[in-house]
């Protein structure tokens, strides 16, 4: 059992250098709309205890649509909270850099990723359709680092 230690649960659960983003990210997302109001924004990270929602909407591409989405943090929030009125909606909040990762991409690249574009969550992407599966943060790394080399 080298490579794994036990969590809380006895769960076994790999080490940092063995863990992909699945085994810290947090399923699932709390989303909002393009147009949700910068205090709706903060209930739901509030009501949830979270530190980042995800903003999702369609846009018309070229006679179809295409999904956008974007991430609004808490320090996204604490920023927006001095603009002058009119507060901005979760749209103009969110960040412009979107940086994904998916579920069986190895736990160090998403850090590695993290520091490169100086964000602290990811949102976890499916391979498949692109659409957001849940988040990981630096929080969730470091939880991961915190379990040991073991």
């Known amino acids: 059992m080298e490579n794994f230690v036990r969590n809380r649960g006895g769960r076994q659960m790999p080490s940092f250098a063995r863990a992909k983003v699945a ?39 070229g006679g179809g649509e295409r999904l956008v989405w974007g991430i609004v943090s808490d320090l996204d929030l604490m920023r927006a909270h001095d603009a002058p009125e009119p ?46 599966l849940g988040v990981v943060s630096a929080l969730d790394v470091a939880a991961t680092i915190a379990r040991g080399r073991a």
């Not at 399923?27 to 709706?40: M, N, Q, R, Y």
């Open 23 to 61: 085994d810290a990210m947090h399923p699932g997302v709390i989303g909002v709309a393009p147009d949700t109001d910068l205090e709706t924004v903060a209930r739901a990270m509030a009501s949830h205890r979270i530190h980042a929602v995800v903003v999702e909407g369609i846009e018309p591409e």
């Open 87 to 132: 507060l901005p909606t979760a749209s103009q909040l969110a960040a412009t850099e979107i940086v994904t990762v998916e579920p069986d991409d190895p736990l160090a690249r998403a850090a590695q990723l993290m520091t490169e574009h100086d964000v602290n969550h990811l949102i976890v992407a499916s391979a498949g359709s692109g659409r957001p």
